[in-house]
Structures are given as C-alpha cells and as structure tokens.
C-alpha cells in the first residue's frame, strides 16, 4: 500500500493538541498567573528577584502558565533596556539527583552553538560534561560560572558590539570578544577600550552593561523527581551571598506535581530564604470546557465535530482528577479514531472509545507490576463490587480473599499484609480508598473500585501465566457471580463473559 493524504480528515491544526504548545490565552487561572506576575514583577521593577514554589497535581496548568507568563515578561521587558532577564527551563522528569539536573543544564550550554563564548570564558576544554566522574562540587562551580556568563554584556550586547564594529566609521581592528571580554592578555590597553567602546555606545545607541541589571532566573520542572536530594534548588537563592555568582541576580522557581514534596523541602530551606508558594487547584469541569472548547476551535474543522463532545471530554478530565493534559489528549485520540474510521466528525461516541483506551493502557500500566496476590485482592474487591457491598473494609473482604488466593494460588497471606496491598492499589487509582471511622483510634478505611471496569480486571486477572490448575487468577465463583448479576442487568459492564466459558 501506498501513502496517500486523508480525504477530510476532521484536523484542522493537530499541532494544537500537542503537550508542548503554549496557547494565546491560559483560562481559569487567573489566581494563579496573578501569583506568578508578582513573582516576575520584582524583575521589571529592577528589584531584588522571589524565588517560588508552585505545586499542584498533573495536568493543571503549571507548566504551560509559567511558560505563559515568561513569554509575557520577555515581551514586557523589551521596553525596559536597563534590565535583562534569562529563563533556564529544566524539567527533572528523568533525572534522578540535583547532580544530574545540573549536569543537563550545564550541558544545554555548552552544546548550544549560540553559546559559544562560553568555552573561552570557563575554560572548558571539552563541550560535554560527563554524566558521571567530575566531582559534585566541580559540576556546581561549571554551572554557576555559566549561569554569571548569562549577562546582557555576553550575549545581547556582545552582539550589538559585533554589529557595531562592522558598520562603524571608526578605524579599529580589535575583536568584539576583546572589547567584551578582553583575557589577560589583551592587545590593546584599558583605556583604549574603554575609548572605542563609549564611541561605540554613542554613535549606535548601544546601552553600557554596567549600566543593566542580569537576572538568571532557573525554572526546575518536576523537581519532585529529583528526590530529597535536592540542593540546587537551594544552592541557586544562596550562590550570591556564597559569591558562586558575581555578576547576575540569580532566583529559582521549583514546580512540583507531588504535593507532598512540600514537607520535604521546607524541613530543609532555610528560613531565611524567601520562597512564595503557589498552589494550582484542580481544575473543575466548567475551566476544562472552556480550555477544551479554545483547543477544539482550533484543532478541529469548523463542523467537523459535534459540540457535544467538550462536555464529555471534560467529563471524563475531571474523572481523572481535573487533569487538562488527558481531556486533551482525549480530544486528539478522538480524532484519530475519527479518521481511522474514515468518518469526517468528531462524536461523542469517539471520545468515548478513546477513554476506554486510554484507561485500558493506564490500567495496564499500573497492573503490570502488580503481584498476583494483589491481583488476587482486587478480584475479592470486585467480587464485593458486584454484590453492591462495596466501600468494604478490610476485615470483611479479607475471607473473600483468603479462599480465592487458597484456590488459585495455594496460598494466602495475613490481614496485614493485605492491608499494604489495598493501600498500594489505592494509590496506585485502582481502588478508592476512605476513611469511614471518624472516632478516636485506629483507622477505617473501606476500598471500592475505582474507575476501573470489570472488562479490565477480567483481563487482568486472566492474563496471568497459569500457576495453580485454574489456569488463570480468575476465580470460579468471581464468573458465576458476574454472569448472574449480568444475566439480571444489574450491572453496567458490556463484558462479553462467553469468552470465559
Ligand atoms: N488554563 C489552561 N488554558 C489552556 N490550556 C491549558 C490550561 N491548563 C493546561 N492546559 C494545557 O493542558 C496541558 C497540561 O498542562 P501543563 O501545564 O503541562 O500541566 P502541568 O504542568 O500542571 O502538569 C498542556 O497541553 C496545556 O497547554
Ligand atoms: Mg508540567
């Protein structure tokens, strides 16, 4: 077969349903982009720069806010040539250790032609730190000296001084490096620079750098993922006063999906570090309509898709916690099965075929590592689902999951251990998990299902290698219950059980 182009595919643009695109407008989060305009503020004012803390779970705007507002501040400061401002994004996602973030930012220094002159000026021989083998201590210094070299004299001025020289009338022969940067042994004398450079200024306009302010302002995404070992968010507020840096105001701005990652660092910031927190809530299913409606318009051909479809999606984005990434990506899976099914408009029905394959892969996901007396647990909880006895507690579901892991595996562990295995599930979002004791004392938490169909557990149970002689973790009775109550439509799966006969 030979490509050829889809006839009315229903994509006007897809580009806008990419994870990485910034759009014009950022809705909902007014509160929130207000918290980071005051953050930023302090640069347009020439002040001394916040560092900030900005938390929230996945999926609710804080990357593509801060992003947002960056670009606004870059706008902003076009007007203002007495400051100058440098964002170092970083996303930790795959690093594990402050180490290795530091290594990569160095690294996307070093290897950035644009960058250049950063060789000369440290002395690195080589354009690639290693990623492992210079000492922790070696790398910082690397990194700080790059972030000092991050000023307006070596980058926006460097070149305005190379332009300059080109198209001068005056008579000079000296490089624009020298000039900027004159090493230890410069050809012309001090004073003769400063002469050149000063007709320079005057007859193109050109602002004396020691007349700007350099702020460096290092934006760690994901910093969570860094774990506790996370100096540089702390190294970078100090490197003034600990004269890691001369020559920039340096500040940080740490993003985090973990909210729990607060705990951590506060224990360890001290306090006379100045952090504002900013916390990005949920969002609720009004702010994802609004956001998946602007990306729709977009994305989509005018009439390529039924209006419908933004609630739904929300819907199911507020399901998965108010997370905006899955509702847009829901909205670009729906299409491509529009256009696999050689259909020219975007339904709900669509939008609900991608969900359950979106949920399917997550639920694969999660479960792959989970063990088969795990497994096994959720097999009990489903059991109970079906009965409608479900939140549950431990203790009463614990005989239900004794007798199928005695069954099926031929063993069975105690209480306790399936109490880890419940709490692991529910953080993992296969069980919900409440606390239904509100007394003093021991806790009482009681498990149901959560956003997990039968169809799934069905197939997670039955793909299971065959230990026991069942075959499968499936229990007997777990498929005579299911048939019964599906025979009395009383449950709401579409599972076709005969594949269990
Ligand atoms: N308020 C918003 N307006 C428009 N698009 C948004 C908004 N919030 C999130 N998005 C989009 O949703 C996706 C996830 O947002 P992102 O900022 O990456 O979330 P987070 O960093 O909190 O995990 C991105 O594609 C982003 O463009
Ligand atoms: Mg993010």
């Given at each position: 077969m030979t490509f050829t182009r889809t006839e009315n595919s229903p994509f006007e643009n897809s580009q806008v349903?990419?994870?990485?695109?910034?759009?014009?407008?950022?809705?909902?989060?007014?509160?929130?982009?207000?918290?980071?305009?005051?953050?930023?503020?302090?640069?347009?004012d020439n002040e001394q720069p916040v560092n900030a803390f900005i938390y929230g779970i996945s999926g609710t705007g804080?990357?593509?806010?801060?992003?947002?507002?960056?670009?606004e501040l870059e706008q902003a400061l076009e007007r203002y040539d007495d400051v100058h401002a440098t964002?170092?994004?970083?996303?930790?996602?795959?690093?594990?250790?402050?180490?290795?973030?530091?290594?990569?930012?160095?690294?996307?220094?070093?290897?950035?032609?644009?960058?250049?002159?950063?060789?000369?000026?440290i002395n690195l021989a080589r354009n690639q730190i290693p990623s492992s083998g210079l000492p922790k201590e070696r790398v910082y210094d690397i990194l700080f000296d790059i972030f000092d070299l991050l000023t307006y004299r070596h980058t926006e001025y460097r070149s305005q001084i190379e332009t300059a020289l080109q198209e001068t009338t005056l008579d000079v022969t000296v490089s624009a490096s020298e000039l900027v940067s004159p090493g230890d042994d410069p050809s012309v004398s001090s004073?003769?620079?400063?002469?050149?450079?000063?007709?320079?200024?005057?007859?193109?306009?050109?602002?004396?750098?020691?007349?700007?302010?350099?702020?460096?302002?290092?934006?760690?995404?994901?910093?969570?993922?860094i774990g506790t070992r996370d100096e540089l968010l702390y190294e970078i507020p100090r490197s003034r006063?600990?004269?890691?840096?001369?020559?920039?105001?340096?500040?940080?701005?740490?993003?985090?999906?973990?909210?729990?990652?607060?705990?951590?660092?506060?224990?360890?910031?001290?306090s006379s570090l100045r952090l504002k927190e900013i916390t990005f809530k949920k969002y609720d299913i009004d702010q994802l309509q609004e956001i998946l409606s602007q990306r729709a318009e977009k994305a989509f051909k005018s009439e390529a898709y039924d209006g419908d479809i933004?609630?739904?999606?929300?819907?199911?984005?507020?399901?998965?916690?108010?997370?905006?990434?899955?509702?847009?990506?829901?909205?670009?899976?729906?299409?491509?099965?529009?256009?696999?099914?050689?259909?020219?408009?975007?339904?709900?029905?669509?939008?609900?075929?991608?969900?359950?394959e979106k949920e399917r892969d997550r639920v694969y996901e999660v479960t792959n590592d989970l063990s088969q007396q795990e497994k096994?647990?959720?097999?009990?909880?489903?059991?109970?689902?079906?009965?409608?006895?479900?939140?549950?507690?431990r203790g009463e579901m614990y005989p239900t999951y004794k007798k199928y892991s005695q069954s099926t595996l031929d063993n069975s562990n105690v209480p306790r251990?399936?109490?880890?295995?419940?709490?692991?599930?529910?953080?993992?979002?296969?069980?919900?998990?409440?606390?239904?004791?509100?007394?003093?004392?021991?806790?009482?938490?009681?498990?149901?299902?959560?956003?997990?169909?039968?169809?799934?557990?069905?197939?997670?149970?039955?793909?299971?290698?065959?230990?026991?002689?069942?075959?499968?973790l499936l229990p007997d009775e777990l498929i005579t219950e299911f048939k019964q109550q599906s025979s009395s439509g009383d449950t709401n799966t579409q599972t076709d059980f005969d594949s269990f006969d």
């Amino acid at each position: 077969m030979t490509f050829t182009r889809t006839e009315n595919s229903p994509f006007e643009n897809s580009q806008v349903l990419a994870e990485d695109f910034i759009p014009e407008e950022v809705l909902g989060r007014d509160e929130e982009l207000e918290q980071i305009s005051e953050v930023l503020q302090q640069i347009v004012d020439n002040e001394q720069p916040v560092n900030a803390f900005i938390y929230g779970i996945s999926g609710t705007g804080k990357t593509v806010s801060i992003k947002y507002k960056q670009r606004e501040l870059e706008q902003a400061l076009e007007r203002y040539d007495d400051v100058h401002a440098t964002f170092v994004y970083q996303n930790c996602e795959s690093l594990s250790s402050s180490y290795q973030a530091a290594i990569a930012i160095a690294n996307s220094y070093l290897e950035n032609p644009e960058y250049d002159y950063l060789h000369e000026e440290i002395n690195l021989a080589r354009n690639q730190i290693p990623s492992s083998g210079l000492p922790k201590e070696r790398v910082y210094d690397i990194l700080f000296d790059i972030f000092d070299l991050l000023t307006y004299r070596h980058t926006e001025y460097r070149s305005q001084i190379e332009t300059a020289l080109q198209e001068t009338t005056l008579d000079v022969t000296v490089s624009a490096s020298e000039l900027v940067s004159p090493g230890d042994d410069p050809s012309v004398s001090s004073d003769k620079r400063t002469e050149i450079l000063e007709k320079l200024h005057s007859e193109f306009d050109i602002r004396p750098p020691e007349e700007v302010t350099d702020y460096v302002t290092v934006i760690l995404d994901e910093v969570d993922r860094i774990g506790t070992r996370d100096e540089l968010l702390y190294e970078i507020p100090r490197s003034r006063t600990n004269s890691r840096v001369d020559d920039i105001l340096p500040s940080v701005i740490g993003i985090s999906n973990d909210v729990g990652y607060k705990e951590s660092i506060q224990s360890k910031t001290d306090s006379s570090l100045r952090l504002k927190e900013i916390t990005f809530k949920k969002y609720d299913i009004d702010q994802l309509q609004e956001i998946l409606s602007q990306r729709a318009e977009k994305a989509f051909k005018s009439e390529a898709y039924d209006g419908d479809i933004i609630p739904l999606a929300s819907a199911f984005g507020r399901k998965q916690g108010g997370d905006a990434r899955y509702a847009i990506d829901l909205l670009h899976k729906s299409g491509m099965k529009t256009k696999k099914d050689e259909s020219t408009r975007v339904t709900e029905e669509h939008v609900r075929q991608a969900h359950e394959e979106k949920e399917r892969d997550r639920v694969y996901e999660v479960t792959n590592d989970l063990s088969q007396q795990e497994k096994i647990v959720l097999a009990a909880i489903m059991y109970h689902d079906l009965r409608e006895e479900t939140p549950i507690a431990r203790g009463e579901m614990y005989p239900t999951y004794k007798k199928y892991s005695q069954s099926t595996l031929d063993n069975s562990n105690v209480p306790r251990r399936v109490a880890d295995y419940l709490k692991k599930m529910s953080q993992l979002g296969l069980l919900d998990r409440r606390d239904a004791y509100q007394g003093p004392g021991e806790s009482g938490f009681e498990y149901s299902l959560d956003k997990v169909d039968y169809n799934m557990i069905f197939q997670i149970l039955g793909d299971e290698e065959p230990t026991g002689e069942g075959g499968s973790l499936l229990p007997d009775e777990l498929i005579t219950e299911f048939k019964q109550q599906s025979s009395s439509g009383d449950t709401n799966t579409q599972t076709d059980f005969d594949s269990f006969d």
